[in-house]
Nanobody, 128 residues
C-alpha cells in the first residue's frame, strides 16, 4: 500500500515557476515507476512526465524543455519543477506510482493505465 501526498500547487503568472512535490508514504520504500499527470478544465487527463526506478525520465512534448521530473530517494519524494509556465498548463496535477514496476511502460506511458496509486491532486493556475 502506497499513499501519495502532493503539495506545491498555486497561482502564478505566465512565465513563472512552481515546484510540485509528492511524498510516497509506504513501508519498505523502493524505487519504482512514478509520474505526473494533469487534467485541465474540460480536458481529458494527460501524462506530463515519468521517471523509472533507476532515474530514467521521459517528458511529454507539451512540457519538454520547461518541466523537469526528478526524485529524492532519501526523502521518498517525487518532484516536478515547472518553469516558463503558460496559461494552458492550468490543471489539476496528480502524482502516480506503480510499485510493481521498476521501469515505466512504453506503450501505455501517457494513458495512465499502468498506475496503481494516485495522489489527491494539487491545483496549478497560470494567468496571462
Amino acid at each position: 500500500q502506497v499513499q501519495l501526498v502532493e503539495s506545491g500547487g498555486g497561482s502564478v503568472q505566465a512565465g513563472g515557476s512552481l515546484r510540485l512535490s509528492c511524498v510516497a508514504v509506504a513501508s519498505g520504500y523502493r524505487r519504482y515507476c512514478m509520474g505526473w499527470f494533469r487534467q485541465g478544465p474540460g480536458k481529458e487527463r494527460e501524462g506530463v512526465a515519468t521517471i523509472d526506478g533507476y532515474g530514467g525520465t521521459i517528458h511529454a512534448d507539451s512540457v519538454k524543455g520547461r518541466f523537469t521530473i526528478y526524485r529524492d530517494n532519501a526523502k521518498n519524494t517525487l518532484y516536478l519543477q515547472m518553469n516558463s509556465l503558460k496559461p494552458e498548463d492550468t490543471a489539476m496535477y496528480y502524482c502516480a506510482a506503480d510499485p510493481s514496476s521498476f521501469v515505466c511502460p512504453t506503450s501505455s506511458r501517457w494513458s495512465g493505465s499502468w498506475v496503481k496509486y494516485w495522489g489527491q491532486g494539487t491545483q496549478v493556475t497560470v494567468s496571462s
